[in-house]
């Protein structure tokens, strides 16, 4: 534990990443009930172990349907509308590649492109069958895998953001590996008028530490989604952890990272995503049109675009970057 401007900060590592929640009191039971909240959701919803509810639908794909809780079938629901968005690059029937890729695990080759077609044969969202009445989840052909590894950190980032409200808790902030929420007007009073957060916007393939700049908000979700947090390097190429589900390798454009500003970071993690998947371009045209989502795009030419700053602001920190308008 260390104390910042009377901050207390609690860290573990769960769900593969690093989990800091930060409070403005001394309260380590409060932090032990949000790791075991976590911890419980992570069991639910993980396909990195042999069992877990999402894991139960997966053993019985091609065989039988399986009854799923309320939330999971929620869950799981909005998974796979988002998957069959016109143009989406999200598809949370992804499994079979990513579990043949294994990015960010050991043990990494490159795929021959036989094997990856025989994969992508396997990840038609429309091949996912819910049963509303009964909470039914069936993947309609064996070797189907549901990774809900894009939405999932978002998802437990709102439920613990819901429970710290419920203890009313004015002022906190959980950042599930990349995945920030924030309550209240936070801790940098001096970055906007009325407070916030200081977030800050990792430099990609750099120190843990090193940042690009500074993302100032207050009661929003912060996701960042990189192509330099996991990836492997073979033959002088990069092969990273955000997969296309058209060719099935990893997605390729003139972007290292999408950052979402929001009120839910479920929408969060979908968005960073679904953009990551648009380019800057079409991105940022679609976001005109949403008014609750915006975006910081940090580009391979040392870019930093931000869709606007209705919701946040931002301080470029590191001069090798330009912000561009
Ligand atoms: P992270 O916070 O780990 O960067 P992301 O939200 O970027 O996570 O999601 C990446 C994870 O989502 C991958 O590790 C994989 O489990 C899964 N995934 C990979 N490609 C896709 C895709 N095109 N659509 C949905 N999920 C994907
Ligand atoms: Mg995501």
């Known amino acids: 534990m260390t104390t910042d401007r009377r901050i207390y900060s609690y860290s573990a590592v769960l769900m593969g990443s690093p989990i800091l929640l930060?409070?403005?009191?001394?309260?380590?039971?409060?932090?032990?009930?949000?790791?075991r909240l976590i911890k419980a959701h992570e069991n639910i919803l993980t396909v990195n172990r042999p069992h877990s509810d999402i894991m139960a639908i997966n053993h019985a794909a091609g065989r039988q349907p399986v009854v799923v809780s309320q939330p999971i079938f929620e869950i799981i629901k909005r998974a796979k509308a988002v998957s069959l968005l016109e143009g989406s690059c999200f598809n949370f029937t992804i499994g079979p590649l990513?579990?043949?890729?294994?990015?960010?695990?050991?043990?990494?080759?490159?795929?021959?492109?036989?094997?990856?077609?025989?994969?992508?044969?396997?990840?038609?969202?429309?091949?996912?069958?819910?049963d509303e009445s009964s909470r039914c989840v069936f993947l309609a052909k064996a070797g189907m895998e549901i990774d809900l590894g894009a939405i999932a950190k978002g998802y437990i980032a709102d439920i613990v953001r819901d429970f710290l409200q419920q203890e009313h808790i004015e002022n906190a902030l959980i950042n599930l590996g990349g995945n920030v929420h924030t309550i209240g007007a936070g801790d940098d009073n001096g970055a906007r008028e009325e407070g916030g957060w200081a977030i800050g916007l990792k430099k990609p393939f750099a120190d843990a530490a090193a940042l690009i700049g500074v993302i100032n908000v207050a009661n929003k979700s912060v996701v960042t989604s990189g192509i330099y947090e996991r990836y492997f390097e073979l033959d002088g190429r990069c092969y990273h952890h955000i997969l296309d589900p058209k060719t099935g390798y990893p997605l390729d454009n003139e972007l290292l990272s999408v950052t979402v500003i929001c009120d839910d970071s479920i929408d969060g993690d979908i968005y960073t995503t679904l953009l990551y998947g648009m380019g800057v371009e079409k991105s940022l045209a679609y976001l005109q049109q949403c008014a609750d989502i915006e975006a910081i795009f940090v580009t391979r030419d040392q870019q930093?675009?931000?869709?606007s700053q209705r919701q946040f602001s931002f301080a470029l920190t590191d001069t090798a970057y330009r912000l561009a308008n």
């Open 22 to 35: 930060k409070l403005f009191e001394h309260n380590e039971s409060l932090a032990a009930r949000v790791f």
């Open 98 to 130: 990513v579990k043949r890729w294994k990015i960010g695990f050991s043990g990494n080759t490159v795929p021959d492109s036989d094997e990856l077609q025989a994969l992508l044969a396997l990840t038609s969202p429309d091949d996912v069958q819910l």
């Open 304 to 307: 930093v675009i931000c869709s």
